[in-house]
């Protein structure tokens, strides 16, 4: 039975810091490209980071770079979003992702499996 859990969203005021995390009861996890995404009312399904189950190279939407770290341990079957310096901007549910394929892709309709989402908040 596949299941992915996101946890560590939140509140924080603008300029904080959160860490997503999703646990991954998935067989092959190692393998598997992982990723987030994020949504917000009204507005289509956008990526934010993936990571790479082949060599574990990163990929991040123009709107992630130099702000957000993805990893992964595969040892805890878990993959993470470090965000930093958040903006309001950057509110959304936020979803983690996997798929069958080792490879990055930026489009949900490549990735297999998503958990329910965390809610991430960013304001004052």
């Known amino acids: 039975q596949v299941q992915l859990v996101e946890s560590g969203g939140g509140l924080v005021q603008p300029g904080g810091s959160l860490r997503l995390s999703c646990v991954a009861s998935?067989?092959?996890?190692?393998?598997?490209?992982m990723g987030w995404f994020r949504q917000v009312p009204g507005k289509e399904r956008e990526f934010v980071a993936a990571i790479s189950g082949a060599d574990g190279s990163q990929y991040y939407a123009d709107s992630a770079k130099g702000r957000f770290t993805i990893s992964r341990d595969n040892g805890k079957n878990t993959h993470y979003l470090q965000m930093n310096s958040l903006q309001p901007e950057d509110t959304a549910l936020y979803y983690c992702?996997?798929?069958?394929?080792?490879?990055?892709?930026?489009?949900?309709?490549?990735?297999?499996?998503w958990g329910r989402g965390t809610q991430v908040t960013v304001s004052a």
């Open positions: 998935i067989r092959n996890f190692g393998s598997r490209a």
């Open positions: 992702a996997g798929r069958a394929s080792a490879y990055t892709n930026q489009y949900s309709q490549y990735y297999d499996y």
